[in-house]
């Protein structure tokens, strides 16, 4: 709209430039003079100017005619070609200039418009190959899903376009929903393009939603190969798609391969923790324990986690507590300023039973983070140590209203996952998932979280002695009256409803 009021503003502006212009020839003086074969004739400024134009327009065409002569005598002499070309000059250039307007067109999102120069490019220009490629954009762009399917099936015929053929259709049903056939698309434009980064993430993607295991390792192994992946991300990814392919593997005949492909995730990347956990889980099967102490030591040592610590007791299911507390030293010492050795000792001393060495291994995360998890330790040790229900109770609604801790959030779209998984179940991203807190929203209760402990003890107080409370304590918020306006719109809907059930009787 914009650029069309644009036009005609300047070519309102032109026409009054040139009647403007005309009018100071007309009353100009002065002129030209020309003289051919002994007669003079005299021009005006006007009339100047006119002659000037038509001079032009008779060079223009003389120079046409100068070359179509100059193709004829070449017809003549024996070149067949000649007329033809001369011809198809002129084609290629109408065709090549509505191809760029197209082009243009498609930049600036005007599909329609894109699509009429396409048609109008192959018209002169018969290169299927470019003017198809122009109508399929931009029919995408117009929302013309079944064209631009139609061309891309086109364009699949062609040995030079069949690559972007599978590609558009490829995309074409990802949109839709359809990743089954996606995935075989998938698969033969990599098979025609193997280096296509895209194609290569695509296929990738595809292979883990589907748990093609196999497959997605074959695909990473490509992406190393053609250099479109480093190394260190490789040995990563890899390790998580042997993970998930250990983690799907349950029966009792393959559990010794479950087991040895969670060894290899494990070696190839110390620092993911369900891999080393599973790892662990592995060598405990087999009866290496020693083994499945240095994988869970060298996990803990890069990134202390509640799975690594579960996957260690299990070592050893037998134990007591204090024993339990003592052998867990050769893990705690390890990282011992982390939070999480911090609560795992807190942990391991309440279940012992040792109430103020739980309290002196918080340290001052109740202080610093104050997660649902220390809040709860916290009332297990003063509970522990005998303190009042009152303060027990204060700890457990701190605990409500406190951040869960650390979780298996993605990265890209903070979803949190109750488990580990190779996929966000919410965006499809691959390998995002990191244990970490949550972004949380501020809670704000009515009368704060520092009154529930005493909301909470009055309450527990009073149900003790029900007969003890005088009634006059006890409020009975009323009801608000409804407001005219309310009543008469209440009414209203109710006549309403009366009317339809009459009217379906």
Not at 344 to 358: C, G, Q, R, S, Y
Request: glycine share 6%; hydrophobic share 45%.
């Amino acid at each position: 709209m914009l650029w069309s009021l644009i036009k005609i503003v300047v070519f309102v502006a032109l026409v009054a430039a040139l009647t403007l212009g005309a009018g100071y020839l007309m009353e100009s003086s002065g002129g030209l003079q020309v003289t051919v074969a002994g007669m003079e004739y005299s021009l005006g400024p006007l009339e100047s100017v006119i002659a000037a134009l038509v001079l032009i327009l008779v060079v223009w065409l003389f120079l046409k005619l100068f070359s179509l002569t100059i193709a004829v005598l070449k017809w003549i002499n024996g070149d067949e070609t000649a007329l033809s070309r001369y011809f198809d000059r002129n084609r290629e250039q109408k065709g090549y200039k509505a191809l760029s307007e197209g082009m243009m067109a498609l930049a600036s999102g005007e599909g329609r418009l894109a699509i009429a120069k396409a048609q109008r490019a192959e018209k002169f220009l018969h290169k299927p190959e470019l003017t198809d490629l122009l109508t399929a954009q931009a029919a995408e762009m117009s929302g013309d899903r079944k064209k631009a399917e139609e061309v891309y099936k086109r364009l699949l015929k062609r040995d030079d376009t069949r690559f972007v053929g599978v590609r558009g259709l490829m995309h074409q049903k990802l949109e839709s929903g359809d990743t089954d056939t996606a995935l075989q698309l998938a698969e033969r434009a990599f098979a025609i393009k193997p280096k296509h980064v895209e194609v290569q993430d695509t296929l990738l993607r595809l292979q883990a939603e589907k748990h093609e295991w196999d497959g997605a390792r074959k695909t990473l192994q490509t992406k190393l190969k053609t250099g479109t992946l480093p190394r260190d991300v490789y040995r990563r990814r890899d390790a998580v798609l042997a993970l998930s392919q250990a983690a799907e593997i349950g029966d009792a005949e393959t559990s010794g391969k479950a087991a040895e492909t969670a060894i290899e995730a494990n070696r190839n990347a110390p620092d993911l923790v369900p891999a080393a956990a599973m790892a662990a889980r592995g060598f405990i099967a087999k009866d290496r324990k020693k083994n499945a102490v240095r994988v869970l030591k060298k996990a803990w040592e890069v990134s202390p986690h509640p799975d690594l610590a579960a996957a260690f007791a299990e070592i050893e299911p037998n134990e007591t507590p204090a024993e339990r507390v003592k052998r867990f030293g050769q893990l705690t010492k390890i990282n011992p300023d982390h939070r999480e050795t911090k609560l795992l000792k807190a942990e391991l001393n309440l279940a012992a039973e040792d109430f103020p060495e739980a309290r002196r291994a918080l340290g001052d995360l109740v202080e610093s983070d104050p997660d649902a998890r220390v809040l709860a330790i916290m009332a297990a040790i003063e509970k522990g140590e005998g303190a009042s229900d009152t303060v027990i109770r204060g700890w457990l609604a701190r605990a409500l209203t406190a951040s869960r801790g650390p979780q298996w959030v993605c990265d890209k779209c903070n979803t949190i996952h109750g488990e580990w998984a190779p996929l966000c179940t919410n965006c499809g991203a691959f390998d995002t998932l990191s244990w970490k807190s949550p972004p949380q929203s501020e809670v704000v209760l009515p009368a704060g979280a520092d009154m529930l402990p005493l909301i909470i003890g009055a309450i527990e107080d009073h149900s003790k002695d029900a007969d003890a409370v005088p009634e006059a304590d006890i409020i009975v918020p009323e009801k608000p009256e409804p407001a005219a306006a309310d009543k008469a719109e209440d009414a209203e809907i109710i006549e309403d409803a009366e009317t339809v059930e009459e009217a379906k009787k």
